[in-house]
């Protein structure tokens, strides 16, 4: 099925994914979500302690050391806006599980009949629920994530389908200081990524169909201490989605810095094909496990920027110093 033109413009601008002669389906399950990636260039499924990252990589979900819960709200082009919420939290010492509902609106399609009377309808409206687990053993991880998509086009034509994700991911920490739990706070560390996301049968649309959203992708990630309580962290990623079959290269950087109470970060990043790219640049605030993030994406032209924000918590960072007493920042 062809899908309307802005639709699949919206993806093209913010994932930069061409349209074809068919939509992919599932729009809403592989567009970006969370401010703090998407101003490090996009999905990152290795950024830690942050349940926004099991959208990129359900195996991600390894890294939460607490439960922790984030919202976001993205403005796209021509009154295209999607967000939703994500949790997450470990169960066993060996165990977390994780959740996400989004949606999705695409604004109105105006047409006036042969007698001048003006209807209006929605272009599309999409809602996804997902589910994740993620098990781990030592460094290695995986993870398997399902979540229901659910469609409208123009409150005519409706679809749904389930996808899957599965993903690994290893991580490494340098040694601990005396007393501090293995998974706890660490500034160094090295982090590698592999995933399948939207992996599912074709949605139905009364008899038109879509394929599929499925997206694979790599990516590493490295945090380090710079000293005086600054913390860097370096991303970055290989995504190949179906819609395009073309590589799309995604990075970025964050640098953190003690406030007094606050911990305060700016980041920088970039997506990129070789048909275009998007830059990126963000900024953020955590008081108390309390998180407050920004994101704004320059496209190519026709599109202009768009702004994306995320405010979350953690629950291990509640009532804990931007800096430990270490003088270390913590990823």
């Not at 409150?155 to 920490?173: I, K, S, Y």
């Not at 079959?245 to 970039?270: S, Y």
């Amino acid at each position: 099925m062809r899908r309307l033109g802005l639709l699949l413009a919206l993806i093209a601008g913010q994932a930069l994914a061409a349209a074809g002669p068919a939509s992919d389906a599932g729009v809403l399950a592989r567009l970006p979500f969370g401010a703090r990636s998407l101003a490090m260039g996009g999905d990152h499924g290795t950024l830690p302690r942050d349940p926004l990252s099991s959208v990129a990589n359900p195996a991600s979900l390894s890294a939460l050391d607490a439960p922790a819960v984030a919202a976001g709200l993205h403005q796209g082009p021509d009154g295209v806006s999607w967000g939703g919420v994500a949790g997450g939290a470990p169960l066993l010492p060996w165990l977390a599980a994780g959740g996400i509902v989004e949606t999705l609106g695409s604004g109105e399609v105006v047409a006036y009949d042969y007698t001048g009377v003006r209807k209006a309808a929605p272009l599309e409206s999409d809602r996804l629920v997902g589910a994740a687990v993620a098990a781990w053993f030592g460094p290695m991880a995986a993870g398997l994530g399902a979540r229901y998509f659910g469609s409208t086009v123009l409150d005519r034509q409706a679809g749904a389908a389930v996808f899957l994700d599965a993903g690994v991911t290893a991580r490494w920490e340098s040694l601990q200081p005396p007393g501090v739990p293995l998974r706890g706070p660490n500034p160094d560390w090295v982090a590698l990524s592999l995933a399948v996301t939207g992996f599912g049968t074709s949605v139905d649309y009364g008899g038109a169909s879509d394929l599929a959203p499925l997206t694979w992708r790599a990516g590493a990630a490295a945090g380090r201490d710079l000293g005086g309580g600054w913390q860097g962290i370096a991303a970055a990623a290989l995504e190949v989605p179906r819609a395009t079959a073309r590589p799309e290269v995604h990075g970025g950087l964050e640098v953190a810095v003690p406030a007094g109470p606050v911990e305060a970060a700016v980041r920088a990043g970039a997506r990129y094909r070789r048909d275009g790219g998007v830059l990126s640049v963000g900024a953020g605030a955590s008081f108390r496990g309390v998180a407050l993030d920004y994101a704004l994406l320059s496209a190519d032209n026709p599109f202009g920027p768009t702004h994306h924000v995320t405010l979350g918590f953690n629950w291990g960072r509640y009532g804990r110093a931007a800096v430990p007493e270490s003088g270390a920042g913590e990823p």
